[in-house]
Every structure is written in C-alpha cells, then in structure tokens.
C-alpha cells in the first residue's frame, strides 16, 4: 500500500479526540445507536477518520438495524485489513483501515445481497466527504 500512516501513540493523541483514539487506537466500540451516521441518509464517501483514506461509499450503506453504521461491501477490498478478534468469548472479524491501521469495527456475514457482508462500523472512526 502506497503512503502507509505510522505513528506514535503520542502522535495519534496529539491527532486524534480522546473518543477517537479510544476507538480507533484502543479499538473500542461506541454504543449501539449513539453515533453520527448510524441513521445518516447523506450521500458521499466515508472516510478513515485517522488518515483520510476512503473506505466506503454511501451507495452500499444499508440499515441493518444493529446501531452502528452498515454497509455491504467497502470501495476497494485494499483498503481493509480484516483480522481474528477471539475477545469477548466469540470469533469475529475485526476490520481495520490498511492505510494506518485504525480499527473501524467488524464484518459479519450476515449482510445483504450481493455480497451477503455487514461491515458493522463504528461512526467516530469515519469522516463524510457529502457529494451530490
């Protein structure tokens, strides 16, 4: 990946809000239906909070009814790591931005047609760039 983002865990705390750094960083989760885009009916592309990346369009944002932001599938599949979370006492996928590893939240397969995929993403580790 061109232009990966390193940085320091001081460098994201200097960047980043203390919400964002403990979603992103810490990979935390905000509360089911608390975040900014869970219901948002603008078009656009979300955007990594952290690095600016684009991750996915409003076009494959669907209302899953979890809380959380949902799309079924992301602009390009370079643009997401996905790594094994065993927290919690359960298997998930853990998805992260490739670009600077932030972590955005979980897929499940559980999602619409035609990729049957629920990217379940946190809001704070998103931006909207609104388009027309």
């Not at 809001?123 to 909207?128: A, E, R, T």
């Amino acid at each position: 990946m061109e232009n990966k983002v390193t940085k320091s865990p001081q460098e994201w705390r200097n960047s980043l809000t203390p919400e964002q750094y403990e979603i992103c960083i810490n990979k935390g989760t905000e509360p089911a239906f608390s975040g900014k885009y869970y219901d948002n009916k603008e078009k656009g592309i979300y955007k990594c909070v952290c690095c600016d990346e684009p991750l996915f369009h409003s076009e494959t944002k669907f209302d899953s009814g979890s809380g959380w932001p949902s799309f079924w599938n992301p602009v390009s599949d370079g643009k997401i790591e996905y790594v094994s979370d065993k927290s919690l006492g359960m298997i998930r996928t853990e998805v992260n931005c490739k670009r600077c590893g932030a972590h955005l939240g979980h897929v499940f397969d559980d999602g619409p047609k035609p990729t049957n995929l629920r990217y379940c993403i946190n809001s704070i580790s998103l931006s909207l760039e609104k388009q027309d």
